[in-house]
């Protein structure tokens, strides 16, 4: 089993920074990406940030230049630094990992989302 334990976000106001972070822990063989997605209100689930363990990183347009997505830890937590945040940044965020629980089994795991509310 892995789990996903994420921590941060709140309520800011636009132009602020929150960040972000989420630690796997559990039966892990191996983690092989982790990153970011949220799902705002009436909206689907869409991908923020990813990095893979072997250094690439995949943002969403909407967000490049503002947000930082690092992997720390052997790679077993990743963190994401949002900077200038807006309005439309607002949104439940879910941490991702794609893991093996063992070296020929591996899934996406999620972690409990955190909201994260732009505002003045």
């Known amino acids: 089993q892995v789990q996903l334990v994420q921590s941060g976000g709140g309520l800011v106001q636009p132009g602020g920074s929150l960040s972000l972070s989420c630690a796997a822990s559990?039966?892990?063989?191996?983690?092989?990406?982790m990153g970011w997605y949220r799902q705002a209100p009436g909206k689907q689930r869409e991908l923020v940030a990813t990095?893979?363990?072997?250094?690439?990183?995949n943002y969403a347009d909407s967000v490049k230049g503002r947000f930082t997505i690092s992997r720390i830890n052997a790679g077993n937590t990743v963190y994401l630094q949002m900077d200038n945040l807006k309005a439309e940044d607002t949104a439940v965020y879910y941490c991702?990992?794609?893991?093996?629980?063992?070296?020929?089994?591996?899934?996406?795991?999620w972690g409990q989302g955190a909201q994260v509310t732009v505002s003045s």
């Open positions: 990095r893979t363990a072997g250094g690439s990183t």
């Open positions: 559990g039966t892990i063989f191996s983690v092989v990406a």
């Open positions: 991702n990992a794609r893991a093996y629980s063992d070296p020929r089994s591996w899934d996406d795991y």
